[in-house]
């Protein structure tokens, strides 16, 4: 009984078998499945897959493409855009002076 006392136990090992990760391959078995073809996946992927079309999200291919070209290329063109138009309605309009005039005969 005193021996039991002092006994510590062995570590336990961690079992940690690595899984092989293919972006490609699970990008081919998608596209497989949304065209109804033969595919590894299993139900609850393709289920899975389809609400997600379901819902309006995008393929990882549009998405690639939609970020390569780009908001931040619409945002620049919107953003000189206007820029542009308050350049032209401060130095190309007399709303600016008509405004400033209306401004100081108010203080008079």
Known sequence: MAFYIFHTPKPRKFNYTPRYFDPNQEALEKKKAAM????????????????????????EEVKEKREKIGFKGMRFVVFFGMVGLLTYIIFGTPLVENFIQMFLSLGK
């Open 36 to 59: 109804g073809l033969d595919s590894n996946l299993t139900e609850y992927e393709k289920r899975r897959m389809r609400i997600r079309t379901g819902f309006g999200h995008e393929p």
